[in-house]
């Protein structure tokens, strides 16, 4: 078992196999560039063998990749991030807790913004009102991003529904599938749960100092277990094919810099537009308000740019739901 922020020796070593995937890397090359033994390389090679890379040794000659799998390597990310702030750095674990408790704490020890946490499985994945995300090993992409946005954390809700559009034109334009968002940041295909947004963060008295947006995607799960089936699925599952988690975690880091800036530059009214040309629950549509008190049924008829869900009761009553969780009405 693999635990712990995953060595930057790794990633190095992983980067120079891929950029040079369909030659003979020697030895004495890559010991020289990753900045280890030769001796060491050969007992990174066996590491790596072990997380499932096929890497074929050349006798007296060096090292050549066979196959890499889909893991969320950071050097493979970043580099194709250009300038990008979001993902700028990108912290690697193949096990861990929760990305969004680790990401909280290095937020709290002044990381910068942008930082994304990512790994390949987790122990204790959180899911809104203390619910548990299922965090199956490689299959999904679980990922946190640390942002230190210049807002009041009474303007912080809107980017919550700033990740969710994010995230729906990633999946939506990478996989050719009808996604829908469920207010306020449920990503939907054909009615079941495909990926969640947890946000959360660090502020005081009026001032806010770190939003971690924690965002699951359940991507190449070949079946969900029993217990979610009737309410979760995977792309996997919908698209009928695997999907790379490396191509969609750099599309979603691009999104989410791209729509970030969007809501600098143009304000909250401009993702709440966004977000209602993207979410079947924007208007029009007959929900159930979940609540522990009584469930009570309403009709959409709006987002706010605080990202505050406007409904119309029965009873001819109107709200904004500034939280809570809603379920569509048939
Ligand atoms: C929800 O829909 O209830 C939110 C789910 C959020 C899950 C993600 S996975 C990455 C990050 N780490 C966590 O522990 N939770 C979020």
Same mark, same amino acid.
């Given at each position: 078992m693999v635990t712990g922020v995953t060595e930057r020796k790794i990633d190095k070593l992983i980067e120079l196999l891929v950029k040079n995937a369909t030659v003979v890397v020697p030895g004495p090359k890559i010991a020289s560039q990753v900045g280890v033994t030769r001796f060491a390389v050969s007992k990174w090679v066996k590491r790596l063998r072990g997380l499932g890379v096929e890497i074929k040794s050349h006798a007296g000659t060096g090292y050549q990749l066979v196959k890499m799998p889909d893991i969320l390597v950071p050097s493979l990310i970043q580099g194709e991030?250009?300038?990008?702030?979001?993902?700028?750095s990108i912290i690697h674990h193949f096990?861990?807790?929760s990305t969004n408790t680790a990401a909280m704490v290095l937020a709290q020890e002044?990381?910068?913004?942008g930082t994304v946490v990512v790994a390949?499985?987790?122990?204790?994945g959180r899911g809104r009102f203390g619910r548990e995300w299922f965090s199956e090993k490689s299959s999904g992409i679980y990922l946190s991003v640390i942002l230190r946005p210049?807002? /009041?954390? *009474?303007?912080?809700?809107?980017l919550t529904l700033m990740a969710g559009v994010a995230a729906q034109h990633t999946l939506a334009s990478l996989t050719g599938l009808n996604v829908d968002i469920r207010w306020p940041n449920d990503l939907l295909i054909n009615g079941k749960k495909v990926a969640g947004i947890l946000t959360e963060m660090n502020a005081e008295l009026g001032r806010l100092h770190a939003v971690v947006l924690g965002i699951g995607i359940n991507v190449n799960n070949s079946q969900m277990p029993a217990a979610l089936k009737h309410i979760a699925t995977s792309l996997r599952i919908e698209g009928q094919r695997p999907w790379s988690r490396v191509q969609i975690s750099i599309a979603l880091l691009k999104e989410l810099e791209r729509h970030y800036h969007l809501l600098l530059e143009n304000g909250s009214a401009a993702i709440a537009e966004r977000w209602s040309a993207a979410s /079947?629950? *924007?208007?029009?549509k007959r929900i159930r308000i979940v609540s522990a008190a009584a469930d009570s049924d309403a009709t959409t008829t709006g987002v706010d740019p605080s990202g505050a869900l406007r409904v119309r009761y029965d009873d001819g009553r109107e709200e904004a739901l500034v939280a809570g969780e809603v379920t569509e009405v048939k």
């Open positions: 991030l250009g300038e990008s702030e979001i993902g700028h096990r861990i807790d002044g990381a910068a913004h390949e499985e987790q122990t204790a210049p807002f /009041s954390p *009474a303007a912080a809700p809107i /079947s629950y *924007a208007c029009g």
